[in-house]
């Protein structure tokens, strides 16, 4: 009895320690996770909006925009409560509890898509930093390269992607501002007849295409929703993220989806209707290459980098998060395999543990000491279980750097990833968490 309880009491412990070092995380306010969430549909996916609307039609995009998003706000709903649910807070690990053999498999599949598809992103971001620093170097200097600018973009976006998400609210502040500016600026190109690029009178005098259907116009449609899935899908980050808010909850976590995305329709709309409107069916596939080499096109330029800038960490989160998983997990899972009820549902027994715990050492802190020091002093110990993800974060930004010097067509790159993230990321992996980790 006395060695039971002995191993009961260290398994409460480390159960405990465990509880309270998750419960000492950072964590973001519903303000900072719903600007994050709208710097995270503001990346360069929103730069090839008028290209596509130059295949699709006004009519059809924006159709097609209300559609992708009440589809990603469904399937993202789904993800939420499953994490909250099963306790684990990103996606391989999500599927990991599929039943059998299954989840095991479909885990290492999940992460492998998360990271090939998240690089493409990060590609597309640098490419994009790279590209509109270059246009902002003056002539003569020995900044105008675009190898080294690719080296000082890895090199800036190593310390950025280590930040928190309640750190991260003001990089995504940043990035609605910019892309606000790049709103204003391109309804100011259709408004004011003086501030009109030139773009010849050809594209002056052909007419607009405000809606089509047909034969002719069915590739460009099924083009313009890979880009809208490519942009507007954040189901990657959606787990960390989740994790990370304070008091978090389901309810409270589609709220700040809804206002992010209803933000996201007003942007997308405009940008995508004044880009298209402004330049016609030749309009550039990144529209910062569009933009005149004024004081108003360079600043657009500049704001643009700032977006990217911000939301590059938000989507290296992603890829380290089944990184960052605590060692000690298995452990505890094997204790509680065999040791909890059959009848009981998974993970109760640890709480049942952690909770007895929790009241002892209420009970047996030390009457001096400061309100929450011993219950501070538990979870320091408790950090050193956790997996380093400093290396895995270099290696993410150092192969996306060096990736990136071969980029040329943005419009191409978004489109081929948006493919590979509606499968994935807007079928199969909420499809599977629905019918498996939700039922009854």
Known sequence: WRVSSRRFAHVGKRISALTMSAGSAPVASARAITLNLIAMGLGSGLLTMPWGVAG???LNSVLLLAIVLAMNFWTITILVRACEQWQVFDLGSLLNKLPG????CLQGLVNVTVWGSQLLVLIGYTTVIRDSSYDLMPE?????NKWLLTFLTGVIMIPLSSLDQAYLSFTSTLAILANTYLIMLLVAYIVVPDMQPDIGDEAVLEPRCFFSIGANSWSGIVCMFS???YTIIIQMAIPPMYKELAGRSPCKFQRCVLV????????????MVGGYVTWGSKVNSNILNALPTDMWGNAARFGMVLCLVGCYPLNVKPMVAPCARE???E???FIESKTAPLLQQPGAFARQVSETFARQVSETAPIESKPGAFARQVSVDAEGMRYDTSLPLCLIVATSTFLSLWATNLGSLNAMNGAIQVIGYGGFIPGAAGLYLLGS
């Open 331 to 333: 452990h505890v899972d």
């Open 327 to 329: 060692k000690h997990d």
């Open 260 to 271: 992010a995305f209803l933000c996201l329709f007003v942007i997308f709309s405009t940008v």
């Open 140 to 144: 003569q200097t020995f900044l105008r």
């Open 101 to 104: 053999r299954l989840g095991t």
């Open 227 to 229: 880009l809208l899935m």
């Open 56 to 58: 699709a039609s006004v």
